[in-house]
């Protein structure tokens, strides 16, 4: 492992990079939510490694320039060390009166945020928050503000070990995993490589900005998004009935995003107006996620404390994410005490936690908190069902292949016949194997027997070259997967109507389209089977490839410097690309990371429709 010196030929007093200097444990949430949150000392670690920095992010951020070359010089890599190469200094080591030297002491403190956990044995966030990971600060750039987390800086008060146990503990405990308040190197690739992934293809998420490597695996992931808020960090305060600091938390996260022209109003009347636009932005982000996470089959553990999940619906905590092949419904992970909601119950907890806005909404507002009951048929939560219902529509129609003003279109005037293609849509997705629910490396699944990314794309081309439907025989040989096994293929009446229903309904689109156009229906079809062979590519990322993908690279990893690395992801997340209307960047990859390339899409393709 090698050791961080400074450049010696840095000119002093002069900084190519002075952004970093912003990213010093400061950030305007201590000001806002004084209760909010745990102060920690740190101090500057000496050794460790760059294994990666995100080029890509560092110039939205502002933190490099736009023109800078995808190369670490030993200036950058000097302010990144010094930024983020850091521990804190916790109870334990106060406890136990551990000294350090004063040079490596860091001048300002940085915060771990409380939120509501379900492991905690308090059940009202007293104690609960981040237990291994700080808050570095902010930086603005181009009118956004951008929050930086690193996860693996040391144990905090806040994690579940400490306060289930009643004690504290030394960061790096062998006696413990999470409570030990490190973080492995392969969890920052795995969030690495999903999140970029994901992101370039318009899921709100959290992204890795730079790990750095210890030993024995280990490191600091550092990730940025532009509010690192969670519906947990007002949940906290709701559950324990805090007017003022659920009212700091709220005032805080509103004003970041009028600041960072997110919210859809810039100007409010009085605090009542502003109070109930957060419980109905809540409800419109929280539909459109719920829904996009179930017709893009993302698993997220979403349950009613709100931790999992980032309150613009974004994506965070890569652990307990998956994206499937399939609609395996019934898939859920085991996490020893519990087990984790299903994809299908997914929309309900996000109900659930626009309901409990309505309750926050209505208790800043009134001063007075109300029973959650009261708010099971409020005006957001019959907003966030009609949403949901519209976002499902709009999905499949994007998933079909037709471009926007189709979509529009036919939600404008054939609305039931979207419906009734809906239905028959979801006949097939949901179908299980008749083998049962078992046992999976991380959990239990009952399988999904049809690949509707298969039929969605092969269809529209089968029909041009045929000119007629399919067969019932060769539409279940198209839309079968490896899961579905004989007796789960049974061509009985009931799957044969379903089957003519599924293509009547479609013809039926395609015929609208082409008659309210005056297109050829052949015509159609090609923009169809073009814009389909995209959004349902063969060879889509699932959880399962990610977690082999993760394998390989920390094979590979000593091998591969940062700037390797960087390349590598930039192709893959290229690779991935299922937006037919998104330009591809050109590739720059060397041959050796063409190579490595290849063996990825291999992996993906064979995991294709797993877990």
């Avoid at 292949?401 to 006949?427: C, M």
């Avoid at 997967?481 to 007796?487: D, E, G, I, N």
């Avoid at 330009?583 to 990825?600: C, D, N, Y």
């Amino acid at each position: 492992m090698g050791t961080f010196k400074q450049n010696p030929t840095q000119t002093p007093g002069i900084r190519h990079y002075p952004h970093f200097s912003h990213i010093n444990g400061r950030h305007p949430f201590k000001e806002f939510v004084p209760e909010g949150f745990v102060d920690y000392s740190a101090r500057r670690l000496k050794s460790g490694k760059i294994t990666y920095f995100n080029f890509d992010l560092a110039k939205e951020m502002g933190l490099i320039s736009k023109d800078h070359p995808h190369t670490l010089n030993s200036e950058l890599e000097r302010e990144i060390f010094q930024t983020f190469n850091l521990m804190i200094i916790n109870e334990y080591d106060l406890e136990h009166k551990i000294k350090f030297s004063e040079d490596d002491l860091l001048p300002h403190k940085y915060m771990a945020t409380r939120y509501l956990q379900l492991q905690h044995p308090d059940k009202a966030g007293r104690t609960s928050g981040d237990g291994r990971t700080i808050w570095n600060g902010t930086v603005r750039h181009q009118g956004k503000t951008w929050d930086i987390s690193s996860c693996g800086t040391g144990a905090t008060k806040l994690s579940p070990a400490c306060n289930i146990n009643k004690k504290f503990y030394q960061t790096g405990d062998p006696a413990i995993s999470y409570g030990c308040g490190l973080a492995e190197v392969a969890e920052g690739i795995e969030t690495l490589f999903f999140s970029e992934v994901l992101h370039q293809n318009h899921f709100q998420t959290e992204r890795i900005l730079a790990i750095i490597e210890h030993e024995k695996g280990l490191g600091i992931n550092v990730r940025a998004h532009q509010n690192l808020m969670r519906p947990s960090h007002f949940f906290c305060h709701l559950k324990q009935s805090n007017y003022q600091n659920l009212k700091a938390v709220t005032d805080y996260y509103i004003h970041r995003e009028l600041e960072n022209k997110n919210w859809p109003l810039s100007q409010f009347k009085n605090d009542k107006e502003k109070y109930r636009s957060l419980a109905r932005t809540i409800a419109e982000r929280f539909a459109k996620m719920s829904a996009q996470f179930e017709d893009e089959y993302i698993f997220c553990w979403l349950d009613w404390d709100g931790d999992n999940i980032l309150m613009d619906g974004g994506i965070i905590d890569y652990g307990s994410i998956r994206q499937f092949g399939l609609f395996h419904a019934e898939y859920r992970y085991d996490d020893v005490e519990r087990f984790s909601t299903t994809i299908l119950e997914q929309k309900q907890k996000a109900r659930y936690i626009v309901q409990c806005f309505s309750q926050i909404s209505d208790f800043l507002i009134t001063g007075k908190k109300k029973s959650l009951s009261q708010f099971q048929k409020s005006a957001e939560v019959k907003l966030f069902d009609q949403i949901f219902e519209q976002e499902k529509n709009k999905n499949l129609l994007q998933k079909i292949g037709l471009k926007k003003q189709y979509q529009e279109e036919l939600l404008k005037n054939q609305k039931d016949l979207v419906i009734k293609f809906r239905k028959a849509f979801t006949h097939f997705e949901r179908a299980k194997s008749k083998r049962g629910v078992y046992k999976v490396a991380d959990g239990i699944n009952r399988d999904a027997i049809f690949c509707m990314r298969d039929i969605l794309r092969e269809m529209p081309q089968l029909y041009l070259s045929k000119n007629q439907n399919l067969n019932h025989e060769e539409f279940l040989d198209v839309i079968k997967s490896s899961y579905a096994k004989r007796a789960d293929l049974k061509l009985t009446p009931m799957r044969k109507r379903q089957i003519d229903r599924f293509q009547r309904f479609y013809n039926q689109i395609v015929d609208h389209l082409s008659k309210k156009n005056g297109e050829p229906r052949n015509k159609i079809l090609l923009d169809i089977t073009m814009r389909s062979s995209v959004i349902n590519k063969f060879d889509r990322i699932t959880g399962d490839s990610i977690s082999h993908i993760v394998q390989k690279v920390r094979h590979l990893r000593p091998k591969l410097s940062p700037v390797e690395m960087d390349a590598l992801v930039k192709e893959f997340r290229n690779y991935q690309i299922l937006d037919p209307d998104q330009k591809r960047q050109t590739s720059s990859v060397h041959e050796r990371q063409k190579h490595i390339m290849r063996g990825l899409s291999t992996i993906v393709r064979d995991c294709r429709e797993g877990l």
